[in-house]
């Protein structure tokens, strides 16, 4: 939702406390702007108190010769002097009506329209001014403090200080508030005082860290009679703001302008400057052959980025349109959002930790951080009933080659004898086709050649070609692959429901558990007869494999296949490794994949939901037994494997956060509701859900441009239909869903575009856990109109 516009340069004015001179120092700022631009626009959000005192109608009484010039207006005006959370409230007491409290959402919005509106009667360069009330943390009508209500509209901000005795503390305060949020502080303006002289301070300290700070006189006393009032106040402002267009106040406005032009321009030439020096992960870049195709986030909020569009779209070079709008981050920002961009809890858990410890050496030490993250994960989450250790590291790739170095040592040591270290080194791993465990080189080995792998790749082991879930036509079907289906009598299985699918303790005797589980037998005794490598461990991306293509492996498959791994003689079970990095901590709309599956594994592996996005930490859980083949009185037994971040108490702690917010997210009315709307009438509560509408579901798997969809919790998975085949090579999902990028019209509200990618002919899109149903709604709506529009 922020703007940004070339002909109009906006500033939101904060201040460090209540009566700090807020309305005075803006009046001065409209009166010189009025002087100087064809039109100045002043917008008060919200007003409390007498009509008579608003700030508006001093604005208005203060604008001097260029009245004409001038437009004010005020969205919320109560008549109690209080601070807007509770004046609502009693005004519609006082009123006997029922008056409706705006969300944060409305209250933003309307913001937002009110901005674009002047934005467009702005012809030529102009100014605006939004006065907030109070202090930076006092409630909005909702009950949200100022500072996060209006953080989503990311306005350029003013900081008027407090020059009052404490005025020094309450300034860095709010100050530091507000570069918390991301907040552009463009100056920090406050009234000179000649025996607190906070000023002369201030200006030293903010100059330091790049900040801009301006000291005026401060204003008359204000005199009982509204005649002499109105006098001597209006000699202040013709002193403060002279006709001379000279002076203090002239030269914050100069200053203003600079910050707006330079950072148009800086947006402007970073889709050069990227290309000239960045190289991109995934990306070809001889298909990047114009800056267009550069996306440039200049913030983020919630479930959305606010893009930078002056390169991208012709219509952005109207001076009335903004320069930015807003685009769904319909990938989770590569499946690590879980509450939000720049979600202020989160900051602050970070804040804290990085201001209680920095970093710390872990080996041998601990802090509550890492403690309270490690109880948590073992005693409680994913790890409750099976793990005794949590191992920590710097993310998904690497917590996995820690997890395989926990399997292959523990096989290793329970054979009889333990195998010496020749052999070791040609354990190979059991596994899946499609499966994907990181970048680093001993995840990519734990899979068979890829798109992903390298020249220094060295596969060791097998892997199944799984069998998969999908809806088509409306219908849930269990895809075999061919060395399954030329078993089964007729190659296809159709269930009634996802929750049928899902229940896998009810499939566990049916006739397709005893076809997976003879398969499954015969393949692994051909293995164990052949000269492939000792199988050493089972690793499994549960329930969907993600980057080979969001493959929903039947369930069914992978319980037999746990299972079977564990039936033999104990020196030849294989440790079983959960990939939870993607699919875990309700990403899937459950906490992990083992109480479904109804098997536990021996290591899992956590990351990316883990820290809600904001940081990079993995955590590797692991059984007694596991553990137990590491202990002994020789250094060299041990675990020797370690990150310089690890266990960063900065991670942990904004893990903790994470956690915490998680746990009242998924047992919120909302999450309840939504899942059960995907209930059916024999259950009680489904085995699974989605955030996705299930009419919606059912309705895209039937579009002619669409092959099959598949959704759980969060995730939404569509094949399109590309006659050229299928995997990572096509572009089909791509140049279907081509028209979503771009907002129809950014300058209308709740228009936006979105920002996907795409494996191959597959389409996928991911949701926070707390993306409000309405936004979910929306972004249904997008998809379905580009999938309709391609197939007809």
Known sequence: MSL???????????????????????????????????????????????????????IKRY?????????????????????????????????????????????????????RRSASTAKTYSHMYVETAGGIHSPTLSGTTQVDSYRPLFL????????????????????????????????????????????????PYFAERGGHVMTFDPPPPRLPDP??????????????VPLSKEGDVFNVLTHLDNCHFQRIQQLDTMPRRTLDTIWWPFVQHGHFKSEQG?????????????????????????????????????????????????????????????????????????????????????????????ASRAFFSDDGSTGMEIALKMALRTFAVKQSPPLDMANRKQLGVLGLKGSYHGDTIGAMDACEE?????????????????????????????????????????????????????????????????????????TLDRLEASEQPALAALILEPLVMGAGGMIFVDPLFQRILVDTVREGELSKTLPVIFDEVFVGLYRLGIETCGPLLGVNPDISVHAKVLTGGLLPLAITLASDEI????????????????????AY????????????????????????????????????????????????????????SVKEVMTLGTLLAIKTQDDAGEGYRSNSAQQLLQPMIAAATHELPNAFGMHFRTLGNVAYFITSLNTPPETVRMVEDKIWSALSKAGS
């Open 4 to 58: 940004l516009y070339k002909n109009l340069r906006v500033h939101q004015v904060f201040g460090a406390n209540t009566d700090v001179g807020k309305t005075l120092l803006t009046s001065a700022l409209v009166r010189a702007s009025a002087s100087i631009c064809e039109r100045v626009y002043y917008l008060k959000p919200v007003s409390t108190g007498r009509i008579e005192e608003a700030d508006d109608e001093h």
């Open 63 to 115: 604008i001097g010769v260029n009245a004409e010039r001038l437009r004010a207006s005020c969205l919320y005006r109560f008549s109690e002097p209080l601070s807007p959370h509770l004046a609502v409230k009693l005004e519609a007491e006082k009123t006997k009506t029922e008056i409706a409290i705006p969300s944060d959402e409305t209250f933003t919005q309307a913001l937002a329209s009110n901005i």
């Open 156 to 203: 350029p901000t003013i900081l008027i200080g407090d020059s009052r005795l404490g005025g020094i503390s309450s300034t860095i305060s709010a100050y530091e508030s507000l570069m918390l949020r991301g907040y552009i502080v463009d100056s920090i303006l406050l009234f000179k005082d000649e025996y607190y002289r906070n000023g002369e301070y201030l200006a």
């Open 227 to 240: 005649a002499e009032n109105f006098e001597v106040t209006e000699k202040y402002y013709q002193d403060l």
């Open 294 to 386: 550069v996306n440039v986030i200049d913030s983020a909020w919630g479930d959305f980025f606010s893009v930078y569009n002056s390169h991208r779209r012709p219509d952005s070079a109207q001076p009335t349109n903004s320069l930015l709008e807003p685009q769904f981050d319909g990938s989770a920002s590569w499946w690590t959002q879980a509450l939000g961009h720049a979600n202020p809890a989160l900051t602050m858990a970070a804040a804290r930790a990085a201001g209680r410890y920095g970093h710390v050496m872990f080996p041998g030490a601990t802090h509550l951080p890492a403690l309270n993250l490690a109880e948590r994960l073992v005693k409680h989450g994913p790890g409750k009933g099976w």
């Open 450 to 522: 890829g798109v992903y792998t390298c020249e220094w790749h060295n596969a060791k082991g097998y892997w199944f070609d799984p069998p998969y879930i999908s809806i088509r036509k409306g219908v849930v079907h269990v895809t075999l692959p061919q060395s399954i289906a030329a078993e089964h009598p007729t190659g296809e299985i159709v269930l009634d429901s996802l929750s049928k699918a899902y229940a896998v303790n009810q499939r566990i005797d049916s006739p397709l558990a005893s076809l997976y589980r003879d398969y499954i037998r015969r």
């Open 627 to 646: 553990f137990q083949a590491f202990l002994s009185d020789n250094k060299t037994d041990a675990l020797l494997h370690g990150h310089s971040y690890t």
């Open 649 to 704: 108490p900065v991670g942990c702690e904004v893990a903790n956060e994470t956690l915490k917010i998680l746990e009242k997210v998924t047992n919120s009315e909302q999450w309840q509701s939504v899942k059960q709307k995907w209930a059916t009438p024999e259950d009680r509560e489904p085995a699974v859900f989605s955030l996705w509408d299930q009419g919606f579901v059912q309705a895209t798997s039937q579009l002619a």
